[in-house]
């Protein structure tokens, strides 16, 4: 297929060439060719990026895969139903965070006490991180939410439940950004045949 990119010279965007190659697409640099005649699109870039980078694709009929976090995803939601074009969001493209969501939700039903610990390399634009926000709806116990920017992080989350001696800890690690290449390939997979709208959250595809 042919896909339009937007942030491919980003630390997640120019993992996501090579591998989009290699499993047979055809990439063109959005920012520089647009999305015309693309079959979709995937946008990882900035939060004051991406509504615009939409707004494009939704204009040339293309769905899109978003990784941008950030953002407000009920306008992006709203204009896609509008335009009758399915776009898909997830939080957290790895497979291991899926789990660590559902985890949580889980053990927040026996231990509804809970903080998450949100740890990310330093710059990232966004606190806390849309997948802490995602994890604390779905645990539905409203747990403050601690974000940590430091060099040497890539992106780390710790849910850690309080009971009655004892405590429960659900981690998970990206140790490299290679992490989010399966969870962004199967996505676009998918993406054209996902309703019209906005459909969020890996675990909807799986
Ligand atoms: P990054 O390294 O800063 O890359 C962003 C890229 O977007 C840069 O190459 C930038 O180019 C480009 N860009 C900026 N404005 C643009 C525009 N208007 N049109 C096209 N390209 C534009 O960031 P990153 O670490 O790759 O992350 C990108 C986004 O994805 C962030 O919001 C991050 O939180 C999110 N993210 C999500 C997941 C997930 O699983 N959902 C995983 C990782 C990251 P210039 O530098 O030239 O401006």
């Known amino acids: 297929m042919r896909v339009a990119l937007y942030g491919a010279g980003g630390k997640v965007g120019s993992l996501l060439v090579p591998a989009l190659e290699a499993a047979g697409h055809d990439?063109?640099?959005?920012?520089?060719?647009?999305?015309s005649g693309c079959g979709a699109a995937i946008d990882?870039?900035?939060?004051?990026?991406?509504?615009a980078n939409v707004h494009a694709c939704l204009a040339a009929g293309v769905p899109v895969v978003v990784g941008t976090t950030g953002f407000d995803l009920d306008e992006l939601d709203r204009a896609a139903r509008a335009a009758g074009i399915p776009c898909f969001h997830a939080p957290n493209f790895a497979l291991g965070a899926?789990?660590?969501?559902?985890?949580?939700?889980?053990?927040?039903?026996?231990?509804?006490?809970?903080?998450?610990?949100?740890?990310?390399f330093e710059g990232k634009r966004d606190a806390p991180s849309g997948t802490a926000k995602a994890t604390a709806a779905r645990m539905g116990t409203n747990p403050v939410i601690h974000s940590v920017r430091l060099p040497g992080l890539v992106a780390h989350q710790e849910v850690i439940f309080g009971g009655r001696g004892e405590t429960l800890t659900i981690r998970h690690d990206t140790t490299s950004r290679e992490a989010f290449v399966p969870g962004v390939l199967l996505a676009l997979e998918r993406v054209r045949d996902l309703p019209a709208g906005l459909t969020v959250g890996l675990e909807e595809l799986l």
Do not use: N, Q, W
């Open 27 to 35: 990439v063109v640099d959005a920012r520089a060719s647009g999305p």
């Open 44 to 51: 990882f870039t900035r939060p004051d990026a991406v509504v």
């Open 98 to 120: 899926v789990l660590m969501m559902r985890f949580a939700e889980e053990a927040a039903r026996t231990f509804p006490r809970a903080e998450i610990v949100e740890l990310h």
